[in-house]
């Protein structure tokens, strides 16, 4: 049995990879417990895949080696198909901000599913060969490339170009891509306004983000952690910063002012569960403010918080975590 691709759903930090059964055929779902190196089989895959990736709300699809892309069930590994008719067998797959999974496959071609509409485009021939294993997205929406002999190439899909950037000196075939993200990845925006007031659970809620600063780009995720263990809580926004000490009887402060907007849609009020987090992916054309919702603009700067419920000596009550700001580009 060998293992040929991992991916974390973004919305609780499982990791999940793909097992060969044999080399000839069958995939089985993997669970992959980081803290003690525990592997748990989820089930058999409903098709022979060697590559998966998740969205940031944590769907989770594979390319079968047949061309069919399948959005697979994490806990049970059963799936259904969403697309037909792609060309060839996955060497890498990544999910674009866009709503689409990009595609390469064995063939050096580049192709887009699109999960929503169940359709597959073949963008172009890398002129690579049958070799591109590894595809990836950053945040800012530029494309790379791993191939086998270990050359790592830039890919411009709307000059249907590649460029080689390196070659890796590598002992073995290079087979996937990943940027690095979580500790150690740079954060986006600035912090202020922080610390902020402590909660029942000694220390201060904090709040981050991560993904471009290019509003085009649209790929922002707003984390807010340290929060009491099964507090509901929601992410706010304004143009505006402030220092609202005490809001509606809060014991913290809130570090935005003008116009705020909640995001208070479906999904969005949120259970930091027993973690003490929360994430929210936005929609940057979606931006809540009190008259409606504004999409955001290059050269905006938009400031944004969290607050949460709190219980502090039996009294009910709710706090705040610190603000980043984010200027738009």
Same mark, same amino acid.
């Given at each position: 049995?060998?293992?040929s *691709? %991992?991916?974390?759903d973004p919305?609780d930090?499982?990791?999940?990879?793909?097992a060969?059964i044999?080399?000839?055929?069958?995939?089985?779902l &993997?669970?992959?417990?980081?803290?003690n190196?525990a592997?748990?089989?989820?089930?058999?895959l409903?098709?022979t895949?060697?590559?998966?990736d998740?969205?940031?709300?944590?769907?989770?699809?594979?390319?079968?080696?047949?061309?069919?892309?399948w959005e697979?069930?994490a806990?049970?590994?059963s799936g259904v198909?969403?697309?037909q008719?792609? @060309?060839r067998?996955?060497?890498?797959?990544?999910?674009?901000?866009?709503?689409?999974? &990009?595609?390469?496959?064995?063939? =050096?071609?580049?192709e887009?599913?699109d999960?929503?509409? =169940?359709?597959n485009?073949?963008?172009? *021939?890398?002129?690579?060969? @049958?070799?591109?294993?590894?595809?990836?997205?950053?945040? *800012?929406?530029?494309?790379y490339?791993?191939?086998?002999?270990?050359?790592?190439?830039?890919a *411009?899909?709307?000059? /249907? /170009?590649?460029? &080689?950037?390196?070659?890796? @000196? &590598?002992?073995s075939?290079?087979?996937?891509?990943?940027?690095?993200?979580?500790p150690?990845?740079?954060?986006?925006?600035?912090?202020?306004?922080?610390?902020?007031?402590?909660?029942?659970?000694?220390?201060?809620?904090a709040?981050?983000?991560? =993904?471009?600063?290019?509003?085009a !780009?649209?790929?922002?995720?707003? /984390?807010?952690?340290?929060?009491?263990?099964?507090a509901s809580?929601?992410?706010?926004? @304004?143009?505006m910063?402030?220092? !609202?000490?005490?809001?509606?009887?809060?014991?913290?402060v809130?570090c935005?002012?003008?116009?705020?907007?909640?995001?208070?849609?479906? =999904?969005?009020?949120?259970?930091?569960?027993?973690?003490?987090? %929360?994430?929210?992916?936005l929609e940057?054309?979606?931006?809540p403010?009190?008259?409606?919702?504004?999409?955001?603009q290059?050269?905006?700067?938009w400031?944004?918080?969290?607050?949460?419920?709190?219980?502090?000596g039996?009294?009910? /009550?709710?706090?705040?975590t610190?603000? !980043?700001? %984010?200027?738009?580009?």
């Amino acid at each position: 049995m060998g293992l040929s *691709d %991992i991916a974390v759903d973004p919305t609780d930090g499982a990791m999940y990879g793909i097992a060969w059964i044999s080399s000839a055929s069958g995939r089985e779902l &993997l669970e992959i417990d980081l803290t003690n190196g525990a592997v748990a089989v989820v089930g058999t895959l409903p098709d022979t895949a060697n590559n998966l990736d998740f969205t940031p709300d944590g769907r989770l699809f594979i390319r079968g080696i047949t061309g069919r892309t399948w959005e697979i069930d994490a806990t049970t590994a059963s799936g259904v198909i969403v697309a037909q008719g792609g @060309s060839r067998p996955a060497g890498d797959l990544a999910w674009e901000a866009e709503g689409t999974l &990009l595609v390469s496959t064995a063939a =050096g071609d580049i192709e887009r599913t699109d999960p929503s509409a =169940g359709t597959n485009t073949v963008l172009f *021939d890398t002129g690579l060969g @049958s070799s591109v294993y590894g595809l990836e997205i950053d945040v *800012d929406g530029m494309v790379y490339l791993g191939v086998a002999n270990g050359g790592i190439y830039r890919a *411009d899909l709307n000059a /249907t /170009t590649v460029s &080689l950037l390196g070659n890796l @000196s &590598l002992s073995s075939d290079l087979f996937g891509l990943a940027f690095a993200r979580g500790p150690g990845a740079a954060p986006l925006g600035l912090a202020y306004c922080g610390p902020a007031v402590s909660n029942s659970t000694g220390s201060p809620g904090a709040i981050s983000a991560e =993904g471009s600063s290019s509003a085009a !780009v649209d790929r922002v995720e707003l /984390t807010s952690s340290s929060l009491p263990v099964n507090a509901s809580a929601f992410f706010l926004t @304004s143009r505006m910063q402030g220092t !609202v000490v005490n809001p509606g009887g809060s014991t913290g402060v809130l570090c935005l002012g003008g116009a705020i907007g909640r995001y208070v849609g479906s =999904g969005q009020v949120q259970n930091a569960g027993s973690s003490g987090v %929360i994430r929210l992916t936005l929609e940057l054309s979606m931006t809540p403010t009190p008259t409606g919702f504004v999409s955001i603009q290059p050269g905006e700067t938009w400031n944004f918080t969290a607050w949460y419920r709190d219980n502090l000596g039996g009294q009910a /009550t709710s706090n705040f975590t610190d603000a !980043v700001a %984010i200027a738009f580009l």
